[in-house]
């Protein structure tokens, strides 16, 4: 059985090495300073990339970090994800979300299904659906071709899509507005409502079990609207879903239903018809399909190369030590890039709802604190939101995202010398720097920096749809990879269904209340109670 004991060799060697990391002369600013620093640590694989220079690491730390990952066993457990191996113990699934962007052609059988052979069904699907879409083959009740896309769903439903479509936007020339409508609240539906053309909007209902209670609240609204605009639901409305759902029923028929599987989970979702629908739609099948080769190679990357150059293996390994030995307690992910600005939302969802567990596989309390808490904006828009902090409050790790080419290049009025792009990688090196060395100023205290803040920075070439798939699996990968470190479980998410049956209580009460004002709540608290009478009334 792999050791993920606390009082394992390489952990107590680890925390040893923490010791001796935190005393003075070894501080960032003199680590930084020795020679071959960059070439030393920094990785290049999978088409990105990761440099950790400035992260409060050294040699010995490496090495033992990587003994850490060798103990786990960590790619083997990777590689057995990959082929297919029952990860999710909890819910007794294999996790193959790297299958929905295998193109090697094997045939991949889960439970007596070949699971390769029903994603490349599935793709064949999506590609002609786009072609007819974008055609006019195919249009809504009254014989306009679509022009909007709605994407209803929550969570992993659309995130991971939603970060892509903005990375993306720049080749969006299919003529199709795409929105997302995940929220219940009636407000994002109404701002949708109000953007839209009713008779060339095309609703994209995408739920696994058809049965999420806020996509199927907005679906509803979804019909009541077309039908008010005498519109009929069946020529506007595809659906993501499972084989046999209520969304996959012939006597209920829609345009199209396409088909996601128990063995890829939402979070990791976007590369199977999840994203692959809406994003088909909004750029074209053929870019959707590079952007899955991109990923497929920082998959076989994170498969193959040696723990020491496997990009995510190693930024995996810096987050466990910032976390289990350094004791942060957030993580900013900062991209310098406008397109890439809905990538931190994704990688809340995908990092905390995968690794914000407290048991292991086993079922055993966790010794030690597993994920961090994630956040971030773009850059240079964070440094004038929560840099202040970052440089002389409450310290966390940051990662940083640079493209090395925008995708507008032809804007190159200069201010102080410089374009816009290289303005913003005068920041986007600067930042990492000073968080590292700080700033003595004995005579203006509040202008000193203590520095030794760590960070790590990610690159890419261009905003090419095969480098947006390669930075999502290099995250995809690396969420994983700490996983294993920990010996958790990151494909179950129990800790979201606390609230919703709680939710439904109160739902029950609210939904009598609508038939009897004067119905008295029941099985809820005093508070809860208290807080339906000011819903009722309107007031406090």
């Known amino acids: 059985m792999t050791n993920r004991s606390v009082d394992s060799d390489a952990w107590q060697q680890l925390k040893n090495q923490a010791k001796r990391m935190n005393a003075p002369d070894n501080h960032l600013s003199f ?27 050294d040699r010995e730390v490496m090495a033992s970090l990587v003994t850490l990952a060798e103990e786990r066993n960590i790619q083997q457990q990777f590689f057995d994800m990959v082929r297919g191996g029952i990860v999710n113990a909890t819910e007794n699934r294999a996790a193959l979300h790297t299958a929905a962007r295998d193109f090697s052609g094997q045939n991949m059988e889960v439970n007596g299904v070949d699971i390769a052979a029903e994603i490349r069904r599935v793709r064949k699907e999506m590609d002609a659906f786009a072609q007819k879409v974008h055609s006019g083959d195919l249009k ?46 009636i407000d ?18 995408i739920s696994k079990s058809y049965t999420t209670t806020e996509t199927m609240a907005n679906a509803r609204q979804a019909e009541s609207f077309m039908q008010r605009h005498n519109l009929n639901p069946k020529d506007h409305i595809a659906t993501v879903t499972a084989k046999g759902s209520p969304g996959d029923d012939p006597d209920n028929p829609v345009l199209a239903a396409f088909h996601i599987f128990d063995v890829i989970g939402g979070r990791f979702s976007v590369t199977s018809a999840v994203g692959g629908v809406p994003l088909s739609l ?13 990923a497929e190679e920082m998959d076989r990357h994170a498969m193959s190369a040696a723990p020491q150059n496997n990009a995510p293996l ?23 890039s406008t397109p890439l600005s809905k990538l931190p939302a994704h990688i809340q969802q995908l990092y905390m709802e995968s690794n914000g567990k407290r048991v292991t596989t086993e079922g055993k309390t966790l010794q030690t604190e597993t994920g961090m808490i994630v956040f971030g904006e773009p850059g240079t828009n964070a440094q004038h939101s929560f840099f202040q902090l970052a440089h002389q409050g409450r310290p966390f790790p940051i990662d940083f995202i640079g493209v090395t080419r925008p995708h507008y290049d032809k804007y190159a009025q200069k201010s102080k010398g410089v374009t816009n792009h290289q303005e913003l990688w005068a920041n986007l090196l600067a930042q990492p720097q000073a968080l590292a060395t700080g700033k003595s100023d004995p005579d203006n205290p509040e202008k000193q920096f203590p520095g030794n803040r760590p960070s790590s920075t990610v690159l890419i070439k261009d905003l090419c749809p095969e480098n947006i798939g390669r930075l999502l699996a290099f995250y995809e990968a690396k969420t994983v990879f700490e996983a294993f470190v920990w010996g958790i479980n990151p494909f179950d998410q129990f800790g979201v269904e606390l609230g919703k ?32 009478d000011i819903l009722s009334k309107g007031e406090w």
């Open 501 to 532: 049956t709680m939710a439904g209580k109160i739902r029950t009460n609210m939904a009598k209340r609508n038939e009897d004002p004067q119905f008295p709540a029941e099985g809820i608290g005093e508070i809860e109670r208290a807080y339906l």
């Open 314 to 336: 190693i930024a995996a390994m810096i987050s466990v030590w910032n976390n289990n030995f350094l004791g942060y307690e957030a993580n900013a992910v900062i991209p310098y």
């Open 282 to 294: 909004y750029l074209g099948y053929d870019r959707f399909e590079r952007f899955l080769k991109g």
């Open 140 to 185: 809504g009740t009254t014989g306009k071709p679509f022009r909007h896309v709605v994407v209803i769903g929550i969570g992993g439903s659309y995130l991971g899509t939603e970060f892509v479509a903005k990375a993306l936007e720049g080749l969006a020339d299919k003529n199709i507005s795409l929105h997302f409508l995940p929220n219940v609240d």
């Open 188 to 205: 994002c539906f109404g701002g949708i409502a109000e953007k839209i053309d009713p008779e060339t909007t095309l609703w994209l209902v």
């Open 31 to 57: 680590l930084i300073a020795r020679e071959n620093r960059f070439a030393d640590f920094a990785v290049r694989g999978g088409g990105i990339l990761y440099d950790y220079s400035r992260q409060r690491v």
